[in-house]
């Protein structure tokens, strides 16, 4: 066995004995699920805001070239688009996080996870549809409108989650 190996070996032998002596401290086992979960939840909402930030730069080209083609009186659509998308990216860069609904278990039940985690991906989804639909635009009016939709239904499952993780809205 070579020093490299025996040290891997090593390695896992003390991450393995942590992961026991952990399991012994009441509590330890919930922190480190609360902890994947803060973490899962940033991940996602970062990874939201970032689709958003694709679709704002594919809105920028579509600017450019539509101002190129067609002036400045043709761009009145497209700004409003950025708007949205814009607003979005930073509403979903500060989202109430997701993994506060599992601190408040006995108040915020099962069925609620879920609906959250359904909104979650369903935004993924929507997000997904936006670039798709702003990448394949040919400076037609129902491209826009598609993309005015997409951003319509972001917005409403935004909202509809901070609703459900402020406790306003039943599952």
């Excluded at 005015?148 to 509809?160: M, P, T, V």
Aim: hydrophobic share 35%; charged share 25%; net charge negative.
């Amino acid at each position: 066995m070579s020093d490299s190996d025996s040290a891997l070996q090593s390695g896992r032998g003390f991450a393995q004995a942590l992961h026991k002596l952990g399991q012994l401290i009441p509590g330890y086992d919930g922190y480190q699920n609360r902890q994947r979960l803060r973490e899962d939840d940033r991940a996602l909402r970062s990874a939201l805001a970032l689709s958003l930030d694709k679709c704002l730069r594919l809105i920028k080209d579509l600017q450019e070239q539509t101002l190129e083609s067609k002036g400045p009186e043709a761009l009145g659509n497209l700004v409003n688009c950025e708007r949205s998308a814009q607003l979005l990216s930073t509403s979903w860069r500060s989202a109430p996080a997701f993994y506060t609904a599992f601190n408040k278990e006995s108040e915020f039940g099962r069925d609620q996870q879920q609906e959250l985690i359904s909104l979650d991906l369903e935004c993924v989804d929507a997000s997904r549809e936006l670039a798709e639909t702003l990448s394949l635009h040919a400076g037609d009016d129902l491209s826009l409108s598609s993309a005015f939709e997409c951003l319509k239904r972001i917005r409403s499952l935004y909202e509809r989650r901070c609703a459900l993780l402020s406790g306003q809205v039943e599952a």
